[in-house]
């Protein structure tokens, strides 16, 4: 549901939070527009170096589309009842965002991360507003400023104490010998109903640091925090064998506790599937700005979805590179056109480019199996 007063809401929020929700809706891209060729020739050489700039920024954004596996997940992940922190709490189960690199994990994690942050800030204006109109209770007086969403990407294995110090670091709040406590408080005075850490395949679940974690988590879900965790490879750890009673005792409260949403590549194999993709190529080549290309032109989903799917076996980060890379070439060129024998000189990341050329000749020679693809 839309807050006819999102600009009020979201004034309730930090400006770093609020520079999160721009970043990860692109809203300070601005739309460099179409020129045509002659414009172009016309431009001075700095108003060209910063339209160049601006169409490279532009190509590059990915756009958000909501496909099978995108609305899969916001299925899953939407519909946890809300969080309610605080002692005696009602559980609310763990996400586990898994799956394969590069199938939009992370984009659909932070976008999650908008939502519950706008929905929290709407909440909270509501509930101040209701407490002045004599309407509803006064709201609860926070402690620390108001961060009702933490959003924190892991860049390197980390301990359960250097997890925690880090999640109370971006609170903030002060940081004691027992971490995941600290954070704790800090939580409770920063009004924070969600947490939200990517990349979390960091963190040695095979160690005794995993055992901690597990536990840690556990404690902040005791207290009612929403927590959605990211990361690929992790749905195994949940299975494996562990060394010592505790860590499997850890591991089975996890089990318990925890649901597994599994993001994988896009299919190819059934018409529902390639609409999926069509929808999504769709989006994309609407953003194209290239004098070559007119607006609404389907350079992509029309006369290529084919040739992109096999050259990237479905896997979105080597479209979005492929796609990208080959606008900025095309951008280079005299026709200002993406062709497929200027996306045959990209190379993309090496899963999908390994054999990239041998399958894109089979495809051309009328010879892709996609059942088995």
Same mark, same amino acid.
């Given at each position: 549901m839309t807050d006819e007063r999102e600009e009020d809401s979201l004034a309730y929020l930090t400006d770093g939070d609020r520079e999160f929700i721009n970043r990860v809706e692109r809203t =300070?891209?601005?739309?460099? #527009?179409?020129?045509t060729a002659e414009e172009i020739k016309n431009l001075s050489s700095d108003d060209r170096a910063y339209r160049d700039w601006e169409l490279s920024l532009w190509h590059g954004a990915f756009p958000y589309v909501v496909t099978t596996h995108v609305r899969f997940a916001g299925l899953q992940l939407g519909t946890v009842a809300a969080a309610d922190p605080g002692p005696a709490a009602p559980l609310r189960t763990v996400s586990l965002l898994t799956g394969p690199p590069g199938t939009g994990k992370s984009t659909i994690l932070q976008r999650r991360g908008v939502?519950? $942050?706008?929905?929290?800030?709407?909440? *909270?204006?509501?509930?101040? @507003?209701?407490?002045?109109?004599?309407? #509803?209770? @006064?709201?609860?007086?926070?402690?620390?400023?108001?961060?009702?969403?933490? *959003?924190?990407?892991?860049?390197?294995h980390v301990t359960d104490k250097q997890l925690f110090t880090m999640l109370c670091q971006a609170l903030p709040c002060p940081v004691t010998d027992d971490p995941s406590a600290s954070f704790i408080r800090g939580v409770w005075a920063c009004g924070t109903q969600a947490v939200l850490i990517d990349e979390i395949q960091y963190v040695n679940f095979d160690g005794q640091a995993g055992? =901690?974690? *597990?536990?840690?988590?556990?404690?902040?879900?005791?207290?009612?925090?929403?927590?959605?965790?990211?990361? *690929?490879?992790? @749905?195994?750890?949940?299975?494996?064998?562990? &060394?010592?009673e505790a860590q499997?005792?850890? !591991?089975?409260?996890? &089990?318990?506790?925890?649901?597994?949403?599994? +993001?994988?590549? $896009? @299919?190819?194999?059934?018409?529902?599937?390639r609409e999926d993709w069509s929808k999504l190529l769709e989006v994309v080549e609407g953003r194209i700005r290239l004098a070559g290309h007119a607006p609404g032109e389907k350079i992509l989903s029309e006369t290529m979805a084919d040739y992109l799917w096999v050259a990237t076996l479905g896997y979105l980060n080597s479209l979005s590179t492929l796609v990208s890379k080959g606008l900025a070439l095309a951008l280079l060129?005299?026709? !200002?056109?993406?062709?497929?024998?200027?996306?045959?000189? +990209?190379?993309?990341?090496?899963?999908?480019?390994?054999?990239?050329?041998?399958?894109?000749?089979?495809?051309?020679?009328?010879?892709f199996n996609w059942k088995t693809s």
């Open positions: =300070y891209l601005s739309d460099p #527009g179409w020129l939502i519950l $942050m706008k929905q929290a800030a709407q909440l *909270h204006r509501i509930q101040i @507003e209701r407490a002045r109109s004599g309407r #509803g209770p @006064e709201p609860r007086l926070l402690r620390g400023v108001f961060r009702p969403m933490l *959003h924190v990407s892991l860049l390197r055992r =901690y974690v *597990h536990d840690a988590l556990k404690a902040i879900t005791n207290f009612g925090v929403r927590v959605i965790l990211c990361g *690929h490879g992790v @749905e195994k750890m949940l299975d494996a064998v562990r &060394k010592t499997d005792a850890a !591991q089975g409260q996890s &089990k318990g506790r925890w649901e597994t949403v599994t +993001i994988g590549r $896009m @299919e190819y194999r059934t018409q529902r599937a060129t005299k026709q !200002q056109r993406l062709t497929e024998s200027i996306l045959d000189t +990209i190379q993309v990341e090496t899963r999908s480019d390994k054999q990239r050329l041998e399958r894109l000749a089979v495809w051309r020679a009328g010879e």
